[in-house]
């Protein structure tokens, strides 16, 4: 599976680039991080819990609580395409 991967999310008024890293082999936790306005990194993590994926509870910007649920989406599109290729190379 793949360890680390970026993605383009639409957050508040403008693209940013999210970039995820997983920390376990488990796939219930991934680190991520993005820059805000100044270029000053906000890091923060993420894991899954009955199945849908959380912000872990911090204090951050409302732009980025407020796409929860599509960065959750980014993983699980991810995880998925990751299994598809390793399944090719079998």
């Keep these: 599976?793949?360890?680390?991967?970026?993605?383009?999310?639409?957050?508040?008024?403008?693209?940013?680039?999210?970039?995820?890293?997983r920390t376990n082999?488990?796939?219930v936790q991934y680190n991520v991080n993005v820059p805000d306005e100044r270029g000053n990194r906000i890091f923060f993590t993420m894991y899954?819990?009955?199945g849908v994926w959380k912000i872990a509870?911090?204090?951050l910007p409302a732009w980025i609580?407020?796409?929860e649920e599509e960065l959750g989406r980014a993983i699980d599109e991810?995880?998925?395409?990751e299994v598809e290729r390793e399944s090719?190379?079998?």
């Design 57 to 59: 509870p911090d204090i």
């Design 48 to 50: 899954q819990e009955a």
């Design 65 to 67: 609580t407020a796409i």
């Design 78 to 81: 991810e995880n998925k395409a």
């Design 25 to 27: 082999r488990a796939n």
């Design 1 to 21: 599976m793949s360890i680390h991967f970026s993605k383009i999310i639409k957050a508040g008024d403008r693209n940013r680039e999210f970039n995820f890293n």
């Design 88 to 90: 090719r190379l079998r």
